[in-house]
């Protein structure tokens, strides 16, 4: 089983890519309350901020068993990932690292309208094959 459920990477006023990472579709009531709980925790996220001068945030929330990881990048985008279990830290840095790098990729593409949602399918198989390395 795996042990994350969602990541998310959030714009300035929207989310610009989501993975469901649990293996059921987003329309599933999982699916909803994962997208309610990451949602939530952008709050958590904005007061670490504040707290933190690492672009890692470490754990900034948690709901029952499941908990929420991020990371900022210099410009402010949000990374957040749902996870079951508050564990190697180590692990989930080095795939936000890894995204931030193909974040990078993507924005510096002249076709990119920066802040607006992810569709290029190879940012989404990129992303799903860290998850695969990192997080299964």
Known sequence: RRRADMF?????????Y???????????????????????????????LLQHTSLFLRTVDSFGEKF????????HVKFMLLHERNKNEDTIKAFFQEVQELFVKITLNPFY????????????????????????
Do not use: C, W
């Open 18 to 48: 989501e993975l469901e990472l649990s293996g059921g579709s987003g329309a599933s009531a999982s699916g909803n309350l994962d997208q309610f709980i990451i949602h939530s925790a952008l709050d958590m996220v904005d007061t670490a």
């Open 113 to 136: 309208t920066y802040d607006t949602a992810i569709t290029s399918k190879g940012f989404d198989d990129r992303v799903r094959a860290l998850a695969n390395r990192y997080l299964a």
């Open 68 to 75: 929420v990881s991020a990371y900022v990048t210099p410009s």
């Open 8 to 16: 998310v990477i959030v714009g300035r006023s929207e989310p610009l």
